[in-house]
């Protein structure tokens, strides 16, 4: 059966329901699938119900309701359908939308999943997306959410903007209007950040002389000749005209040559949103899905949702104050981290923050620090969970560089952690896991042989 088979009977399956209770994901994607599945399921008439959870486990299977709905597991669902089956879901009350490697249980519930189609480049709110266009055509103005999603869940991270279905998405986008593509200078902020922090943060890859030096940024902006403020205020890259953007590309251009930098690495398509307000974090895919992501760590991604679904008021207040929070918190972990050390292994650098921060930043603090530590060995942070407290959470980030060189993190957590009765996933540059708390020792000490062995083929570590 091909996807957009699946995607048909998804269609059928939901539009003979009247009651759906959609079960999401609190990240970036998670929450626009939430977004774009309450919005096509509403307008075709049939009474919804959201709900938002972490993870799937015993715990949190408390919150899916046991009431007649029809229930639609939003990014997640597809790694834990025994717990479905626990739950006393039958096969004809459950619809799976997820790209997570699936484990199925005694029952083969209705799932759509990229993984099925060999789709490994688009998230779950993608493939909403496409039931939403199914449902009915007109629904082509929430592409701008599934982007979001897809952006946010890191498919464009590897290939310098997103390829295949979802970026079929974003054609449908420019056609509805709602969208542009553009290939631009690939940092992080284009829409709020003055362009000497641009520089200054961006880090993977890195600007030699340039990347954690801030005046060394406003120096190499200064020698361009483009303004760097305008009325006192200092310009975002947006604020630049045309001709001033340019001339910085090409001074940009000529200082990575001279520097034995690949040139390719820093350009890539971004995705930006005409009917958003400049110089907001609304204007373009990224800075969207932090926004998002900022909501669903300090458990408000019904906040993130109600955004999503065009609140540019109350809603939209409290997602702002939430991601100023938000920065302000990560940048204290970051500081943590660097001030307090990291205990080196041979290809691992790793530590344990306890419950002093939040399990749901210390993976963006462990990437932030990885740029100001070795950035030869990814970075593991283990935290512990207030409300779990048997259970260890670990975050784990590399960069580009080393994923090109052989380093798959997302295949290194779920092998270390199975082999401690935990579970993990993620991607091959970001990955999470959760394991027993006690065995963090000889689970940190596997994931150190698991790298080797990615890195050193023939080493018996991988065997």
């Not at 597991?73 to 089956?85: I, M, N, R, T």
């Not at 001709?243 to 930006?272: C, G, R, W």
């Not at 940190?444 to 080493?459: C, D, F, T, Y």
């Amino acid at each position: 059966m091909s996807l957009a088979s699946a995607i048909k009977e998804a269609r059928d399956l939901v539009l003979e329901k009247k009651e759906i209770t959609i079960i999401s994901h609190i990240d970036a994607d998670g929450i626009a699938s939430e977004a774009i599945l309450s919005q096509a399921f509403s307008r075709a008439g049939i009474e919804i119900k959201s709900v938002f959870v972490r993870q799937l486990e015993p715990l949190t299977m408390s919150r899916v309701p046991k009431d007649s709905s029809f229930k639609v597991f939003s990014d997640l669902g597809a790694g834990h359908q025994q717990l479905l089956e626990e739950k006393g879901l039958a096969l004809d009350e459950v619809l799976i939308l997820d790209h997570h490697i699936s484990q199925p249980g005694k029952i083969n519930y209705h799932q759509v999943n990229t993984l099925q189609y060999n789709y490994s480049k688009m998230s779950a709110s993608g493939l909403c997306y496409l039931l939403a266009r199914e449902i009915d055509s007109a629904n082509t103005d929430l592409a701008k959410i599934s982007t979001i999603g897809n952006v946010g869940d890191m498919m464009a991270r590897e290939d310098g903007g997103l390829v295949g279905p979802a970026r079929d998405i974003v054609e449908d986008g420019i056609l509805y209007g709602n969208i542009e593509a553009r290939k631009d200078i690939g940092f992080y902020g284009l829409s709020t950040r003055p362009v000497y922090l641009c520089l200054t943060f961006h880090d993977d890859p890195f600007i030699p002389g340039i990347s954690n030096n801030q005046s060394a940024a406003i120096k190499f902006i200064e020698k361009t000749g483009v303004r760097l403020k305008e009325n006192g205020r200092f310009l975002v890259w947006e604020d630049m005209t045309f001709d001033e953007q340019k001339k910085f590309t090409s001074s940009f251009i000529q200082y990575l040559l001279a520097n034995n930098v690949q040139v390719d690495k820093f350009f890539i398509e971004h995705y930006m949103f005409p009917d958003e307000p400049p110089r907001t974090s609304l204007r373009n895919a990224q800075e969207f899905a932090t926004l998002l992501n900022a909501c669903g760590r300090w458990s408000k991604p019904r906040v993130g949702a109600d955004v999503c679904r065009g609140d540019r008021g109350a809603a939209y207040r409290d997602a702002q104050y939430m991601l100023t929070n938000h920065r302000a918190v990560i940048r204290e972990l970051l500081e943590y981290i660097i001030d307090t050390g990291v205990t080196e292994l041979s290809h691992l650098q790793y530590i344990d923050t306890g419950d002093k921060y939040p399990d749901t930043i210390v993976g963006i603090g462990a990437g932030m620090a990885l740029s100001k530590l070795n950035r030869r060995k990814p970075i593991l942070v283990i935290c512990s969970l207030p409300e779990e407290p048997e259970v260890c959470k670990v975050s784990m980030r590399t960069n580009s560089q080393m994923v090109e060189e052989g380093l798959d993190l997302q295949d290194a957590l779920c092998r270390a952690s199975q082999e401690v009765g935990g579970g993990g996933g993620g991607h091959k540059i970001a990955a999470g896991a959760y394991i027993s708390k006690g065995s963090e020792e000889r689970f940190i000490g596997r994931v150190n042989e698991i790298l080797r062995g990615q890195l050193h083929p023939k080493s018996s570590a991988n065997r």
